[in-house]
């Protein structure tokens, strides 16, 4: 195990450690949704700070443009009680994880920002406000078969711009919502036809502004995940008589084609 951790030095054994590994793995990847669609480039190592990213541009430019992006670190404290480690070694009550996974949900759900919206304060741009992404006015999707018909619509505009799919879309949770609802008539869920029209998944995610749907094609030489650290937990130390965790990651969104994305946002 790496020494920054300090894992040596908390007063937890390897199969103490083990549980808690497997709550942070396990709520993480319950909460995470950008993840289920972006490959990801790393781990590239903890004490990496910076990533380059290439940057295409549209068909009709020529030539590429390199940065470097800096790894966010997204983290998230949590204590152990002295009580309970004191009940769980003397005893060998079990040692809940509780605290553990919420923290890793919470980092999670951070991820998910810092894809979707990126970081304004670092300068960072997401998926619905980077430079070049292609915007779609939304209709009103209540009408059965307007989502069909936009969503095929922003298909056709990622195909124009070489990107030929499948494709993902992420939704809003009331436009999931809205679309997963029976279509009077034909005992079916619009969702369905739009799945079969994106030809990959149909995704709901808590961080998209309500009534905002975005279609990618997630292709690694569009746009990946870049991990310097991916999530862990590392012993802080004591905070009084109680034990001090850290759960963290560094991460960065290399978007390298913009136009591989199209955000749908208006309508009602």
Avoid at 81 to 99: F, I, K, M, V, Y
Avoid at 195 to 203: D, I, N, R, S
Avoid at 212 to 232: F, I, Q, S
Avoid at 246 to 262: D, G, H, N
Wanted: proline share 6%; net charge negative.
């Amino acid at each position: 195990m790496s020494g920054h951790l300090l894992r040596e030095t908390a007063p937890l054994g390897p199969g103490d450690w083990s549980l808690l590994d497997e709550a942070v793995v396990a709520a993480a990847r319950a909460a995470l949704i950008g993840r289920r669609f972006l490959s990801l480039y790393g781990p590239l190592g903890a004490g990496e700070r910076t990533v380059a990213v290439d940057r295409f541009p549209p068909q009709e430019e020529e030539g590429t443009r390199r940065s470097f992006l800096p790894l966010t670190v997204v983290h998230r404290d949590f204590l152990l009680p002295w009580q309970d480690l004191e009940a769980h070694r003397s005893r060998g009550e079990p040692l809940d994880a509780s605290r553990a996974a919420q923290a890793a949900a919470y980092c999670a759900c951070w991820e998910d920002e810092l894809i979707f919206q990126g970081d304004e304060e670092a300068g960072l741009e997401g998926l619905l406000n980077a430079g070049g992404v292609q915007r779609l006015e939304r209709g009103d999707w209540k009408q059965p078969g307007s989502a069909l018909a936009e969503v095929a619509k922003a298909a056709a505009a990622l195909g124009q711009a070489d990107c030929p799919g499948p494709y993902t879309l992420v939704l809003s949770p009331g436009l999931f919502a809205l679309l997963d609802r029976v279509v009077p008539s034909t005992g079916y869920a619009e969702l369905r036809l739009v799945e079969k029209a994106v030809g990959g998944e149909v995704l709901r995610s808590q961080v998209l502004p309500g009534g905002t749907a975005v279609l990618l094609d997630p292709a690694p030489y569009h746009l990946d995940l870049a991990v310097g650290e991916d999530l862990t937990t590392a012993y802080l130390g004591n905070d009084g008589l109680d034990h001090a965790f850290r759960v963290f990651e560094s991460v960065a969104l290399r978007l390298k084609q913009p136009a591989a994305v199209a955000v749908l946002e208006g309508g009602e």
